[in-house]
């Protein structure tokens, strides 16, 4: 029983029983995980890429959204409506890039005007705050960058913008702080139920093992496959694909809020997205692909999305195009599946989490820690349990004085490794020492290569940092694990 | 927060920084040259093959080799040189002392007040992104610049199958490169129906070597998951891709070779106006910017194919900030205007009571091309040229001869017919 747990050694030997593990470290475990951390239990994530954040929940629109475009009959409309109040106190404990700018949708024709009201409904039912209707001329006073054919809009003002790796990012490191055990490269290969220990035996492909109590799947695209690993519902989760253009920061057509065209029955729409550091997001395109690693982008959907886009906001030019990438979205069902399995003892399907799962994510968090006390978990509150998560200065983000002094502190802040983005040596350090040892996972924590040179002049820099910090050889760099080695030899 | 006061502030301290720089303290001001890297002479240290300096110093040399002599000629002179020094901020619109903040791990953040700045920033490579090359985005892309990097001075093999694409001058040195070190060089991707690099470095580094080049040649997938397993190519016809034609090239590496943008975001902060085809300043007859006492030179100001010339104009940079600083003004300047033909012509203005040195690149390829002078709508004078194509930059001299009586109003139009 949980009274009898320790703090979690992570070694991930055979003899670890853990109260709950929870397979799949996207935004959707890393904020289950971060939620059980206050009580007195044992809890491991296991993630099968080799750091957190690099499946769904690495490339998507980074928006926490208004609560208009979902029935509240939906699961994940009341998820959404709870977890999107649930992140300026995030933000205060976690210190990530989140900022609530605002969500448009721009009707372009008349005809549109009908299913914005139906939005508007909608959110009023929902309980939105400040949403609104608006004519043409007060949408083109919110956003004048919208193209003067708009004919008038809505408005949820609540509506904001994320950077979603650096959100799982930050909840893993509180996580993990209060005694969650991350294991990466864990990729589950088998599972067997002990009735006389009521514990599950998870085995890893490489050949570790642990123990659990209880089980959450949140394996996102994988979550099928997860299921059946333990013999329960059989479900089939398909990727549809979605395909960005990011644009340079200095680009014209940066709006202000993020702008959604009219829905369709199928999707959201392709949307023009000021992120939170800067720089402007035009996508996501919708296609059904059967490989869940595809993640090519098609010149044909490329061209769309501009064209889209510049229906919007004329501005939009191709010549500040810093690059284009393709997210997958797991589609299981119309809501999210979020339940206790009905065939497998002591699991909770956490499963089907498309949009607007990363805005839903605190609040499923929530409701998976009420499921499994449902099933029997037992709650207590640690009295230490720390909510904060020490700060990590961004010279980008700095004044000259508090930059001057951050120099003062660690000379290292004071060499500039990313001049696109402004990253110093110390922060990309910083990133090696929390774990990020490949060059994504560097990109997501520091921005560097993420700008308008996309590692052209600070690749090689960043190499030699994390060759340093980690003992690491020139051939165990990779971009984003697996086999996708930098270096082929040396001279 | 260091403080410190020049006359003139050089910021870029590659071939073109330190030709400014030596220029502004030979003319009796105080000059601090600035540079993000540890070291003088920009990119020049990592380009270690040859045909550097046969303008400048009437011999062939090395990147490093030319870089070293400008370095000992500033480190003996009295230039301020600040290294590992990253400019963050400059304040230099209507204010008597611009103010320049940069950060460097020995100093902290320093405040640099001076009169007159020197843009020498350089440029960059253009990117997957920006050419827009659909498909996966695995391991084993790099830029030209990048693989030059890792190979010259970091002493790593970036991949063994390689694929250039771009026919520009660092990719075809790179490919060449690449076949030494004992990587096999697959083919030259170029979109155009001839080669963006100079005609010497086809000959050098692609026919030496066996290597194809395929003109007229699109890019249209890069295929991995991991690591890069091959791209994509499809023929141009008309410039139109034709898809049944589409062939695939295995390689585990690809180069991009596609293009230099000047790296401007400092002066667009500091209020310069770009020029939309060089993407560069737009800049006067003493090459200043719109912003009073704030100059431009080099790769920063457009692209050059030489560093001899990058060299040559910095000088001439250095000298007009001399003249500026000294309270020199043209008199008068008239427009230079790009004609038919014509990408664009450096600078935009000039001084018809001296010499100017006039920089142009030409939007076609021909054989037996003439250049031809304007002055407002009147035929000046044509020059013959030989053969002209895109890569290859053209010189001119324009002097007091040309322009003889030209106002302020003036244009003097170049064509290349």
């Not at chain 1, 721009?106 to 299913?115: F, I, L, P, T, V």
């Not at chain 1, 940066?254 to 369709?264: A, D, H, I, K, N």
Request: charge should be neutral.
């Amino acid at each position: 029983m949980s009274k009898n747990s320790v703090l979690p050694e992570t070694s991930g030997g055979k003899n670890d029983v853990y109260d709950v593990v929870i397979v799949g470290c996207g935004v959707s475990g890393a904020n289950i995980a971060r939620r059980l951390s206050v009580y007195k239990i044992h809890v491991a994530v296991l993630e099968k890429e080799t750091d957190v954040s690099f499946g769904t929940s690495k490339a998507n629109s980074g928006i926490v959204h208004g609560g208009f475009h979902h029935n509240r009959k939906y699961l994940k409309a009341r998820l959404e409506i709870q977890g999107a109040m649930m992140f300026d106190r995030l933000r205060r404990e976690l210190d990530f890039p989140f900022r609530r700018c605002g969500i448009i949708v721009a009707a372009m024709h008349e005809d549109e005007m009908k299913a914005v009201e139906h939005l508007y409904m909608q959110g009023a039912d929902n309980g939105v705050i400040g949403i609104e209707m608006c004519s043409r001329e007060r949408i083109l006073d919110l956003e004048p960058k919208l193209s003067q054919d708009v004919v008038g809009g809505l408005y949820a003002p609540a509506g904001g913008i994320v950077e979603p790796y650096r959100f799982v990012f930050a909840l893993v490191e509180s996580a993990k702080k209060n005694g969650v055990a991350v294991y990466t490269d864990y990729l589950l290969d088998g599972a067997e139920w002990d009735a006389a220990t009521s514990t599950w035996t998870l085995h890893a492909a490489d050949g570790r093992s642990l123990r659990a109590r209880y089980v959450v799947n949140s394996a996102g695209l994988y979550a099928d496959e997860v299921s059946r690993t333990f013999g329960a519902e059989d479900f089939h989760i398909s990727a549809r694909k979605g395909e960005y253009y990011l644009l340079d920061r200095l680009t014209k057509a940066r709006p202000s809020r993020v702008v959604f065209p009219v829905p369709t029955a199928v999707s959201k729409g392709m949307l023009v997205i000021p992120t939170v550091e800067g720089t402007v997001l035009v996508g996501p395109t919708a296609d059904a692909t059967e490989d869940k690693t595809d993640l090519a982008t098609t010149s044909m959907r490329l061209e769309q999305i501009l064209d889209s886009g510049r229906k919007m906001i004329p501005s939009l030019s191709r010549n500040d195009v810093i690059t284009s990438f393709a997210g997958l979205r797991p589609v299981l069902d119309e809501d999210f599946y979020i339940d206790a399995s009905k065939k497998a003892p002591a699991l909770i399907q956490v499963a089907g989490i498309q949009s607007p799962g990363l805005t839903a994510s605190p609040a499923i968090g929530e409701y998976v820690k009420d499921l499994l006390k449902g099933i029997g978990l037992e709650l207590t509150e640690k009295s230490d349990w720390d909510p904060f998560i020490d700060r990590h200065p961004r010279v980008r983000e700095s004044t000259p004085y508090e930059r001057d002094e951050l120099i003062a502190k660690d000379p290292a802040y004071g060499n500039l490794v990313c001049r696109c983005e402004n990253v110093s040596e110390a922060e990309i350090v910083e990133a090696v020492r929390l774990g990020h040892r490949t060059l994504d996972g560097v990109k997501y924590f520091t921005r560097a290569q993420m700008g308008r040179c996309q590692g052209g002049f600070c690749t090689y820099k960043i190499i030699k940092i994390i060759m340093r910090e980690t003992g690491l050889t020139y051939d165990q760099i990779t971009k984003h694990g697996n086999e996708s080695r930098v270096l082929e030899g040396e001279l | 927060m260091k403080e410190l006061r020049y006359d003139a502030v050089v910021i870029g301290a590659g071939a073109a920084g330190m030709a400014a720089a030596l220029e502004i303290e030979a003319g009796g001001f105080t000059c601090a040259l600035l540079d993000r890297e540890d070291q003088l002479g920009g990119i020049l240290p990592q380009c270690i093959h040859n045909g550097f300096g046969l303008h400048e110093f009437g011999k062939e040399l090395t990147g490093p080799e030319f870089a070293e002599l400008f370095a000992e000629k500033v480190l003996a002179s009295k230039v301020s040189i600040h290294l590992g020094a990253t400019v963050f901020s400059i304040n230099a619109q209507g204010v008597a002392d611009k103010e320049i903040l940069c950060s460097s791990a020995a100093n902290g953040v320093i405040r640099i007040l001076c009169r007159a700045v020197v843009l020498a920033m350089g440029c960059r490579e253009r990117n997957r992104g920006n050419i827009r090359i659909p498909g996966s985005r695995p391991a084993g892309v790099y830029t030209a610049g990048l693989a030059q990097r890792l190979v010259n001075i970091e002493g790593y093999i970036p991949g063994r199958n390689v694929v250039v694409i771009g026919s520009g001058d660092i990719g075809l040195i790179m490919a060449r490169r690449m076949s030494w070190v004992g990587c096999s060089v697959k083919a030259v991707i170029e979109i155009m129906p001839y080669p963006s690099g100079l005609t010497r470095n086809i000959v050098q580094c692609l026919n030496d070597f066996d290597i194809p080049l395929h003109l007229s040649c699109q890019t249209t997938n890069i295929y991995g998951k991991d690591r890069v397993e091959g791209v994509e190519v499809t023929p141009l016809e008309n410039g139109a891709p034709v898809p049944d034609k589409a062939f695939r090239i295995p390689c585990d590496t690809v180069l991009l070779s596609v293009g230099l943008v000047p790296e401007n975001e400092l002066s667009k902060e500091a209020g310069v106006e770009l020029n939309a085809m060089t993407n560069g300043p737009l800049v006067d007859s003493t090459l200043m910017t719109n912003v009073d006492g704030v100059f431009a030179c080099g790769n920063v100001l457009h692209v050059h194919d030489l560093v001899d010339w990058v060299a040559e104009e910095a000088r001439q940079a250095g000298r007009h900030a001399v003249a500026w600083l000294k309270g020199e003004r043209p008199k008068v300047q008239c427009r230079l205007k790009a004609g038919s033909n014509v990408r664009y012509a450096n600078p935009g203005r000039l001084d018809p009571n001296r010499k100017n040195k006039v920089y142009l690149r030409s939007l076609i390829v021909k054989n037996d091309a003439v250049l031809e002078l304007k002055l407002n709508n009147r035929i000046l004078r044509s020059e013959k040229k030989g053969h002209i194509q895109p890569s290859e930059m053209i010189t001119l001299s324009v002097g007091p001869a040309d322009l003889e009586g030209a106002d302020s109003d003036a244009v003097l139009e170049v064509s290349l017919v």
